[in-house]
């Protein structure tokens, strides 16, 4: 493109510029620097490199220069000069806008992605814009960090680089939404998202990373973000500090959530006795979820919470007493264990439970 002729009409008006400038040693006025802008947009659009656009300048300024004395020459390297800066100045506004445009055009196509808001097929027209094929399994990976992202951002630009040096172009979308960053990929190529995952929990100082299952077809990015979404809102109502969350290792947590009225009554009816405990149910209800996450060892358990094993046999024979349920007796012990993750989900005892 940039090594086309260029035509003449970009160059309009330019000679006689020079000549007159040359000859009476005037600036060049307001509108021809008007004028000189409104052809480097004009260029610019048109697909023309401002290297050859600026020789073509050169060049006529050669033909049209003063064969006069030193003063005359100044003046036409003077109006060189305003020239040439007014049309590259046209020519960069035009870049700029061009930039903006589609920059807006891929934030709408990103947005309406994963909102699933557009028509489908129309949708799969614009995803190959982007180097996405959404007849194919996509797979999504989103990454939270202490402060929110944007793209352009040194962060994201850190971990987009490290995906381009290790992958070069595989249909991968790097991008920001909601000040969390995202990776769409294939759903084969599961090694980009974990390559992503590292890069991310890396660059974000320590974030979290949870990846959606593969999904196919155009609907299935909005699945998977979703997943990965929803992965990221289980770790913190669970306080996981997993760097990197499988969607997949955590599809019983949105099960036991599915039917909140009656995951509301267990945790009320299994656990409700213990906001008679001295200090409230707080206390109580950490002891259990240590004792389960730690495999029901009580000396594991007891590290965890810096209590010695007495004092957490201690809490554990409290337990039972106020619920009548023995977390030590395997009976007992899943339906007290389901009412534990329950009352996490639901951020009991401080929100409210109906």
């Known amino acids: 493109m940039s090594e086309r002729e260029i035509p003449e009409q970009y160059l309009e008006g330019y ?25 480097g947009e004009q260029a610019a659009e048109a697909g023309f490199g401002l290297r050859t656009l600026v020789i ?13 004395g030193t003063d005359a020459a100044d003046g036409a390297l003077a ?7 007014a049309f590259a100045e046209g020519y960069e506004r035009a870049q700029r806008l061009a930039v903006r445009q589609e920059e807006a055009a891929r934030r709408e196509f990103i947005d309406d992605l994963l909102y699933g808001r557009s028509d489908l097929g129309r949708l799969a027209e614009r995803a190959e814009r982007f180097g996405l094929r959404l007849s194919h399994e996509h797979a ?46 294939p759903g084969h190529q599961q090694e980009v998202l974990i390559h992503f995952a590292k890069q991310a929990h890396a660059a974000t100082d320590g974030g979290q990373v949870a990846l959606g299952r593969p999904q196919p077809g155009p609907g299935g990015v909005v699945q998977s973000y979703e997943e990965a979404l929803n992965a990221l809102e289980i770790a913190e109502r669970l306080d996981m500090d997993d760097p990197v969350l499988r969607a997949s290792d955590l599809l019983v947590y949105p099960v036991l959530a599915r039917d909140r009225q009656a995951m509301a009554d267990l945790v009320r ?12 149910a707080g206390p109580l209800l950490d002891t259990l979820t240590a004792y389960f996450d730690s ?10 919470l810096s209590l010695s094993v007495r004092a957490l046999t201690y809490r554990l ?9 023995d977390p030590g007796d395997p ?7 389901t009412a534990v993750i329950g009352a996490r989900l639901l951020d009991w005892p401080d929100g409210a439970v109906a």
């Not at 000679?15 to 052809?39: F, H, K, P």
């Not at 024979?317 to 349920?325: N, V």
């Open 79 to 85: 109006a060189v000069q305003q020239a040439v800066d």
């Open 140 to 185: 999504v990976a989103v990454a939270r960090g202490p402060v929110a992202y944007e793209e352009g951002d040194p962060v994201p630009r850190q971990v987009e680089r490290a995906l381009i040096a290790r992958f070069g172009d595989r249909s991968i979308l790097l991008t920001t939404k909601d000040g969390r960053l995202l990776c769409i990929a």
């Open 56 to 68: 073509a300048h050169l060049e006529a300024a050669r033909g049209a220069w003063p064969a006069r």
């Open 317 to 325: 024979e409290r337990i039972h007493r106020l619920t009548g349920a």
């Open 15 to 39: 000679a006689e510029i020079l000549t007159e400038v040359a000859a009476t040693g005037r600036r060049l006025t307001r509108d021809e620097l008007a004028s000189r802008r409104t052809l």
């Open 269 to 280: 009816n299994t656990l409700g006795p213990l906001t008679e405990a001295r200090g409230g």
């Open 331 to 337: 009976a007992h012990r899943y339906m007290l264990q």
């Open 295 to 304: 495999g029901c060892v009580a000396a594991e358990a007891a590290r965890r």
